[in-house]
């Protein structure tokens, strides 16, 4: 398998040998990865699955459930997490560049 982009693993169910397919979409906040899977009855049908999940994953079709946009998450980075720790007129200006520079480019 290409490092990274999930994994195809034989697993044991109802007495049964299946194969599970697993593609890593991306982490929660504390670190924990988000993972897409499927399961399939043989190794070939995984490798299927496995090229068609990639595939949608670098397509954008395949994104974890409730994803925050670029500006709710800069902002409340900007004002819970970066703000305490510097001057007021810092974190001021630190969201005048966010604004001005970089939501300017990506958007919301």
């Known amino acids: 398998m290409n490092r990274g982009l999930g994994s195809i693993f034989q697993q044991t169910k109802n ?12 982490h929660k906040p ?3 990865r988000i993972a897409h899977r499927r399961t399939a009855h043989s190794y070939a049908e995984a490798r299927k699955i496995h090229a068609e999940l990639v595939s ?20 409340w980075w900007l004002r ?14 630190y969201e005048f560049r966010y604004r001005r520079y970089i939501n300017n480019v990506f958007g919301h």
Not at 80 to 93: E, F, I, L, M, Q
């Open 56 to 75: 949608k994953l670098h397509n954008g079709e395949l994104a974890p459930q409730g994803k925050e946009i670029l500006d709710s998450f800069a902002l």
């Open 15 to 26: 007495g049964k040998r299946v194969w599970q397919v697993e593609v890593t979409i991306g």
């Open 30 to 32: 504390n670190g924990k």
């Open 80 to 93: 819970t997490a970066k703000a305490p720790n510097v001057r007021p007129s810092t974190a001021g200006d």
